[in-house]
């Protein structure tokens, strides 16, 4: 069965600080990759995903991804966190012809200080 | 955008009473629907697949008997946690799916047996 990893559970930033959070999948074939926000008492919100194409993958509120086939990786980037990324994000994958059931990563929690 | 929501959001239960908690999709209809389980601090777990006129598709290790699943619409899906104990407290996520690899998800409901 797949898997993912994400390595960092609790992340602290100051404001205009970079952003990275790494994700890591165990599995062979073709996936599809996302992440997910849950800003505090709020419902997941789609970040960004990545189905094929250009590796680099931008989503909103200044997000992107990278996805690195050889290192099983796609890790979320922001060059510059605000105090309004404070929340949870989590990595998804979903393999190809796997009936859209998504595996999460454990999240990570992000704090962005003023 | 596609918006679910759940209902109730919160629920407090006494131990060996059965709990309903419905899921509906506001502005599109979702042949398929999933459940989920957020543990404190912990990921996401995936317990079923639930497919809009057919039987729910369950994950390994979740009881079906304990957790039913009810399809009854393209827009409604309903789990009820059956006998509940105070281990089935938790936090209960559903998603819908539109079709296009993306899921939304529900703000949650959080159960409670005493």
């Known amino acids: 069965a797949q898997s993912v990893s994400q390595h960092n559970h609790h992340v602290i930033l100051s404001e205009a600080a970079s952003l990275e959070l790494g994700c890591n999948y165990s599995y062979g074939g073709t996936v599809n990759l996302f992440w997910y926000v849950q800003y505090p008492g709020q419902h997941l919100q789609l970040l960004l995903k990545y189905f094929s194409g250009d590796p680099l993958v931008k989503g909103i509120k200044g997000f992107e991804a990278e996805f690195i086939k050889s290192k099983f990786s796609f890790n979320l980037r922001k060059p510059s966190v605000q105090w309004s990324d404070t929340a949870e994000y989590f990595c998804?994958?979903?393999?190809?012809?796997?009936?859209?059931?998504?595996?999460f990563g454990t999240g990570t929690q992000l704090k962005v200080e003023l | 955008g596609a918006v679910v929501s759940q209902h109730p959001s919160r629920v407090i239960c006494k131990s060996g009473t059965s709990v309903k908690i419905e899921c509906r999709s506001l502005d599109f209809q979702a042949t398929t629907m999933f459940w989920y389980r957020q543990f404190p601090k912990q990921s996401l777990m995936l317990m079923a697949t639930s497919n809009e006129g057919s039987k729910a598709t369950y994950e390994q290790g979740v009881e079906k008997d304990k957790f039913l699943i009810n399809h009854a619409s393209l827009t409604l899906s309903t789990l009820t946690v059956t006998s509940a104990h105070p281990e089935d407290s938790s936090f209960y996520i559903c998603?819908?799916?539109?079709?296009?690899?993306?899921?939304?998800f529900g703000p949650g409901t959080r159960l409670t047996v005493t």
């Open positions: 998603s819908a799916f539109t079709g296009t690899y993306e899921q939304y």
């Open positions: 998804a994958v979903n393999p190809t012809g796997g009936g859209n059931k998504l595996t």
